[in-house]
T-cell receptor
Framework: SQQGEEDPQALSIQEGENATMNCSYKTSINNLQWYRQNSGRGLVHLILIRSNEREKHSGRLRVTLDTSKKSSSLLITASRAADTASYFCVPTGSNSGYALNFGKGTSLLVTP | DTEVTQTPKHLVMGMTNKKSLKCEQHMGHRAMYWYKQKAKKPPELMFVYSYEKLSINESVPSRFSPECPNSSLLNLHLHALQPEDSALYLC??????????????FGQGTRLTVV
């Protein structure tokens, strides 16, 4: 099974700015998921993008996937203080079984 | 109902105690997971159950013993833990395809302290 590698490890922006975080992975995937965990400890699923999709939107979130480069990006537009959290990408493939493995994540701080 | 409920929320136990963590979901999901998360670290996968059968054990010490009595319940039995086992324990569930194809729903976790 594999896990994603998020970059940067930490990101600090002001409210209203956009936040972009990147993810790289090593082997072929069926899909790639993004999760968020805030200090209140809950892990929440944000978006799933399948290997045959290139871009997906959900509210203020935009996810891209480039399978040729084995990379994905998450863009949060017009950030809010409530977006402060850790963000994880989780690639899953046929060799992952049922495993969902988390990398170190990107820690996003949005200041008022 | 899209909730995964974990009990208790907090647990303090001695190294000679036996305790259990419980996880429940009523979404009809057939894959359930246990994760361990230390402070400022990502969640680490411990166990995965698929259709009530253990499908993944990530080389977890035998002092942690999972159990899936039915499709809605997942337990983690704890015995003779060490202080370094203190962590947040997260439970999750997902549909038939497991985490490969569908999102996982996470509980709020049990904060475990071993003294």
């Amino acid at each position: 099974s594999q896990q994603g590698e998020e970059d940067p490890q930490a990101l600090s922006i002001q409210e209203g700015e956009n936040a972009t975080m990147n993810c790289s992975y090593k082997t072929s995937i069926n899909n790639l998921q993004w999760y968020r965990q805030n200090s209140g400890r809950g892990l929440v699923h944000l978006i799933l993008i399948r290997s045959n999709e290139r871009e997906k939107h959900s509210g203020r979130l935009r996810v891209t996937l480039d399978t040729s480069k084995k990379s994905s990006s998450l863009l949060i537009t017009a950030s809010r203080a409530a977006d402060t959290a850790s963000y994880f990408c989780v690639p899953t493939g046929s060799n992952s079984g049922y495993a969902l493995n988390f990398g170190k994540g990107t820690s996003l701080l949005v200041t008022p | 109902d899209t909730e995964v409920t974990q009990t208790p929320k907090h647990l303090v136990m001695g190294m000679t105690n036996k305790k259990s963590l419980k996880c429940e979901q009523h979404m009809g999901h057939r894959a359930m997971y246990w994760y361990k998360q230390k402070a400022k670290k990502p969640p680490e996968l411990m166990f995965v159950y698929s259709y009530e059968k253990l499908s993944i054990n990530e080389s977890v010490p035998s002092r942690f013993s999972p159990e899936c009595p039915n499709s809605s319940l997942l337990n983690l039995h704890l015995h003779a833990l060490q202080p370094e086992d203190s962590a947040l324990y997260l439970c999750a569930s997902s549909q038939d395809g497991g985490g490969r194809d569908t999102e996982a729903f996470f509980g709020q976790g049990t904060r475990l302290t071993v003294v």
